[in-house]
């Protein structure tokens, strides 16, 4: 049976596609419920004549309703849908909003940030998600995943990016259901006691009190930190150096547990508990027990989305195993998809939900193709082929959404993943020994030394692999059109080399026709831009001025070629040459002119656009009637206050005002002139 007849994915597609629908349109889940019980009644009428003329209408019916599923379970994710939903209420103003705290976020110098549960909006009963920032001068300690707690403020909405092409978060928690933010100053909160304790919450006290215990043995700090990402799901700790190197070296994948690390453990439970197997109904215990240590490793590291995701594939994956029949290990896999997406339809929209399903879905596919195209003979070299055929089977799968997501390609990948995904079961047999023994109180030094000297040598294989900077690809300018489209030349080369017809070739090499024609067009429609941009840049100055496949960033330092907002803007834009200058006092746009005030606040002689920098002490009334200026622009680093009292001088005087700080950046077109 082909992989699209498959009833399992057909019905997955169906609902992936009313989830996407769904979720773009922002269709009312409410008349599809409607729509999705009639539709069930036309099944099962349907399902009762189904033996002759009827089957076409049998699949419509299925179809439409897989895809009405969809756009209903994702349209109720969103608050406004759901009972009691806090965006049923009036929230524009001022209220006492009582919360329980559901996941820690990553913390800055000036606040604790969380993910927080509402559970009243003043009296009224409410709910929904939210991310609450409290700053650090308001509590003297972080809060816990089931504090509770009440604060009196003002829900605001989450801040698009200020520049172009940077990483948009009010994008990334929308597709998780947030969409408001609490920000909670001093005086305004107050902490209550713990009124119920959750699973999550257990499971958050069941991590810190593992790595409080882990801390108290002479683990190196980067190799506790390693520890926590990789058995804990912890990344909290790990310094920006480490994380770069495993990101540089194609295994940042090791840190962050995922399906790699679950279908490792259940591969280790499947050969330790072979020995049940002989007791009566001993293949049931085993199965019992292997799910009941998958589930109990998730608990561990804390029932994150990602863990739960992985857990549940490998838990379709341990009873299809058990089954010891010829099952399609696709439709295994593709049932767990659909379920998942059942009732967590936003995961669809996560990063780490597509990438573990495309490197699933590319081993299952390309790996046994792998083993055919070369069976090498030997223990070793043929255990070696194994391995490189599964890194470059995932890789292969994972290629486009990394090149999409990330814009850059580590090519020394397998050599990282050759040389510690063999061990990495050893780690992590290793590492659940360890936390056992540490929270029994006996762990044993030269248990200490030898795990510590393990992680450690993982440590430096992984920084070795990434300071060859000269394999590491990166600023990679990949669309989403170009990411769909690798998707079909990779099926069709495989296609291709598996079956060389002439059809698999016509489609070969159409899709790469095709991606090189997409490509051209957009170089030619990049290099036709000349644009004048004032970036947004807390305490700092920046002008980019575009044209073509090179861009010239003016800045005070002369020095701003490797600043984030630049390399975003070079990716986004498909930029070749990048070269920087100091910033100057004046601009030609065209025919108008563009000044640039700095904190000497030396007035020109004559300007049609005003930028204001460095917070200047002038007379701003006196400087509009002296120049008259068609429109005033003041960047992110002048004071606040000051940038106010601009703002309502050039509303007095009817004078357009772009804050970048508030507007984003402001961009002029200069092939309009």
Not at 152 to 171: A, C, E, M, V
Not at 549 to 578: H, L
């Amino acid at each position: 049976m082909g992989f699209f007849q498959l009833v399992s994915v057909r019905l997955t597609l169906g609902l992936v596609f009313g989830i996407i629908l769904g979720f773009y349109l922002e269709i009312p889940p409410k008349p599809f419920f409607i729509v999705f019980c009639v539709l069930l009644i036309l099944l099962g009428l349907n399902i009762r004549k189904r033996r002759g003329r009827v089957f076409s209408i049998f699949a419509i019916v299925v179809v439409l309703g897989t895809i009405s599923l969809g756009i209903m379970v994702v349209g109720f994710t969103h608050p406004k849908n759901q009972a009691q939903g806090y965006l049923g209420q009036e929230i524009t103003s001022y209220h006492t909003f009582r919360a329980r705290i559901s996941e820690p976020l990553k913390h800055t110098g000036f606040s604790y940030r969380y993910l927080a549960e509402i559970i009243q909006i003043d009296q009224n009963p409410a709910r929904g998600t939210i991310v609450v920032n409290i700053s650090r001068e308001t509590i003297p300690k972080r809060l816990y995943v089931d504090d509770e707690f009440v604060a009196y403020g003002k829900l605001n909405t989450i801040n698009p990016p200020l520049n172009p092409h940077q990483f948009d978060y009010r994008d990334y928690l929308r597709k998780q259901g947030i969409f408001h933010e609490l920000r909670i100053g001093s005086g305004q909160l107050v902490q209550f006691e713990r009124q119920t304790t959750t699973v999550y919450g257990l499971a958050q006290n069941l991590r810190q009190k593992i790595i409080s215990k882990l801390k108290q043995h002479d683990f190196g700090s980067d190799e506790v930190s390693v520890m926590q990402a990789l058995l804990l799901g912890e990344r909290s700790e790990l310094s920006g150096e480490t994380y770069d190197n495993y990101k540089n070296a194609g295994a940042v994948h090791i840190l962050a547990i995922s399906g790699l690390h679950i279908g490792i453990l259940l591969l280790l439970l499947q050969l330790l508990l072979t020995p049940l197997e002989s007791l009566p109904h001993g293949k049931t215990l085993k199965l019992v027990t292997i799910l009941v240590c998958l589930w109990g490793f998730a608990f561990v590291a804390g029932l994150s989305p990602s863990i739960v995701r992985a857990v549940t594939m490998f838990s379709f994956v341990a009873y299809a195993m058990q089954l010891n029949r010829p099952t399609n290990t696709f439709n295994t896999i593709v049932w767990s998809m659909f379920f998942i997406l059942l009732f967590k339809p936003l995961f669809l929209f996560q990063v780490g939900f597509q990438m573990s399903y495309a490197a699933v879905f590319a081993i299952v596919w390309l790996y046994p193709k792998l083993q055919r195209f070369w069976e090498p003979k030997g223990f070793l070299p043929k255990r070696v082929w194994q391995l490189v055929s599964v890194s470059v089977a995932a890789q292969l799968g994972v290629l486009p959404l990394s090149l999409f997501h990330f814009h850059q390609f580590p090519a020394l990948f397998f050599i990282s993943n050759l040389v510690v995904v063999p061990f990495l079961g050893v780690i992590l047999g290793g590492g659940m020994l360890v936390i056992a023994l540490a929270l029994l109180n006996a762990l044993p030094p030269i248990l200490v030394t030898g795990y510590n000297t393990i992680i450690k040598g993982m440590n430096t294989i992984i920084g070795f692999v990434a300071q060859q900077e000269t394999f590491l690809f990166t600023n990679i300018s990949f669309d989403v059109v170009q990411m769909l489209l690798a998707y079909v030349i990779i099926f069709a080369l495989v296609f291709t080399l598996t079956r060389p017809k002439f059809k698999n070739i016509m489609a070969l090499g159409s899709s790469v026709i095709l991606f090189q024609v997409w490509v051209i067009v957009q170089t030619t429609r990049h290099k036709e831009k000349e644009s004048l941009l004032v970036a947004h840049q807390t305490k700092n100055s920046m002008i980019l001025h575009h044209k073509g496949d090179v861009v010239v960033i003016y800045s005070a330092t002369g020095k701003e070629a490797k600043n984030r907002i630049v390399t975003d803007y070079v990716v986004g834009e498909r930029i070749d040459s990048v070269s920087s200058l100091l910033m100057q006092n004046s601009y030609h746009l065209g025919n108008k002119m563009l000044y640039v005030m700095d904190s000497l606040g030396v007035y020109p002689k004559q300007t049609d656009y005003l930028l204001i920098t460095q917070s200047p002490r002038i007379n701003l009334e006196r400087l509009i009637d002296s120049l008259k200026p068609v429109q005033i622009i003041a960047d992110g680093s002048n004071y606040n206050g000051h940038v106010a009292r601009w703002r309502q001088t050039c509303l007095k005087r009817k004078i357009p005002f772009h804050h970048t700080g508030e507007k984003g950046a402001y961009f002029y077109d200069l092939t309009k002139n």
